[in-house]
């Protein structure tokens, strides 16, 4: 049997999945079961920032595989301790909680507010996307999701995202916090307005409420900052980080600012949060970020990239946005047949919605390839 046919015939199904087996990658270059090679603009949904096969990544994944892998919170460790330390003076947060993936990060984020509080209500945006699992998902605004699963956790609400107004009325004495992204990525990569932000964050300290940002896509360099809030001079009390924290292994954290209260002991936890494989990788792949000046570079190419998608002539393209290397091209048709178009020519890009491409390429990406990735665009859109 094929790749495709024994996948196809064992998979749970819940994927819509494209036709191309990837077995390979280096950088922002992946190649399929049968050799052919593709730009990459997905990058692991995110997950990628550092590219693939990153050789100081994989050495460090290696060297901690062979040493120690297994270290649940009960027992102190080495790596862990080093990466705590070191999300901590990224970010300026004092405290840290580790997990295995964005919606864990989310679902203590939202643990954290209400224990904190001692409130129960959870503003969240319309278009946001927080994760698929029951806290997170209720904070998930797209109702094919929500609604196979319902009733859902009791206590969520929703505005729309970039109204400030509504979201001054929306906050209660008891709202616990207000969840947002600092760009909205699954919702159509829509970049959060400064004065809304801001606003949101006033809003909050104003009403007791806490802050979280769900910086799961936009964390690790992807908008041009290390952490998108630090581009909008943002204090937000809980951070969710995931996808690119480890070069690509499963791994989540949610930061813990000042505002929130002491945790105590028990109220939450994990088995897998924090083991020292995954600290190990998150160590590699931060110190490859910042040697390498990714945020930075994501910033540069960022603005080259959206300016040249932006001076495409097409009738098909309603607008061009973004931030850093995270882009959306919003176009007057659904998009699938549009990237199907650009996978056969090399180029593979995300949805973002029924109308928007998203643009996701890991942060290492030469120029050369995303001029490419602009002619082929030029070319699926004529
Ligand atoms: C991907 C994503 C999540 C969920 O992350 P998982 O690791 O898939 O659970 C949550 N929030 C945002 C903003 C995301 O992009």
Redesign the pocket.
């Known amino acids: 049997m094929t790749i495709l046919d024994t996948e196809n015939q064992f998979t749970s199904g819940l994927y819509t999945k494209r036709p191309i087996a990837i077995v390979r990658g280096q950088g922002a270059r992946l190649w399929d079961s049968e050799g052919r090679e593709y730009i990459d603009c997905v990058g692991g949904?995110?997950a990628a920032n550092i590219g693939h096969a990153n050789p100081q990544v994989a050495a460090a994944i290696a060297a901690q595989a062979a040493t120690l892998i297994s270290c649940p919170e009960m027992f102190y460790n080495d790596r862990r301790a080093e990466l705590e330390q070191r999300l901590c003076a990224l970010s300026g947060f004092p405290r840290v909680y580790l997990c295995n993936?964005?919606?864990?990060s989310?679902e203590a984020a939202i643990k954290f507010a209400r224990l904190s509080t001692g409130r129960k209500g959870i503003l969240a945006c319309m278009r946001g996307?927080?994760?698929?699992t029951f806290g997170?998902l209720s904070a998930t605004w797209e109702k094919k999701y929500r609604e196979p699963f319902e009733p859902l956790v009791p206590g969520f609400s929703h505005v729309p995202y970039n109204n400030l107004e509504a979201l001054r009325a929306a906050v209660s004495e008891d709202t616990a916090a207000v969840l947002l992204?600092v760009v909205q990525?699954?919702g159509g990569v829509n970049p959060g307005a400064p004065e809304f932000l801001l606003g949101a964050q006033q809003v909050c300290r104003e009403r007791g409420a806490l802050l979280i940002l769900?910086e799961?896509?936009t964390g690790f360099g992807r908008t041009g900052t290390m952490f998108a809030y630090q581009g909008f001079g943002l204090e937000p009390d809980l951070v969710?980080l995931?996808?690119s924290i480890a070069g690509g292994l499963p791994m989540?954290a949610t930061l813990i600012g000042p505002r929130v209260g002491e945790l105590p002991a028990q109220v939450h936890g994990s088995t897998f949060g924090g083991n020292p494989l995954a600290c190990a990788a998150a160590l590699a792949a931060i110190d490859y970020i910042e040697a390498n000046h990714l945020p930075g570079r994501a910033a540069e190419l960022g603005a080259w990239f959206l300016g040249a998608l932006r001076r495409i002539e097409s009738p098909l393209i309603r607008e061009v946005r973004g931030a850093g290397l995270m882009v959306g091209v919003e176009i007057k048709q659904k998009v699938t047949p549009y990237l199907q178009a650009l996978m056969a020519e090399g180029v593979l890009a995300l949805p973002a919605g029924l109308t928007v491409l998203r643009f996701l390429p890991p942060l290492v990406i030469e120029q050369a390839d995303l001029a490419v990735v602009v002619e082929k665009v030029r070319k699926v859109l004529a």
């Not at 993936?101 to 864990?104: A, N, Q």
């Not at 996307?129 to 698929?132: P, T, Y």
């Open positions: 949904q995110g993936s964005g919606t864990e989310v996307f927080h994760g698929r997170a992204e990525g699954e769900d799961v896509q969710c995931a996808k989540g």
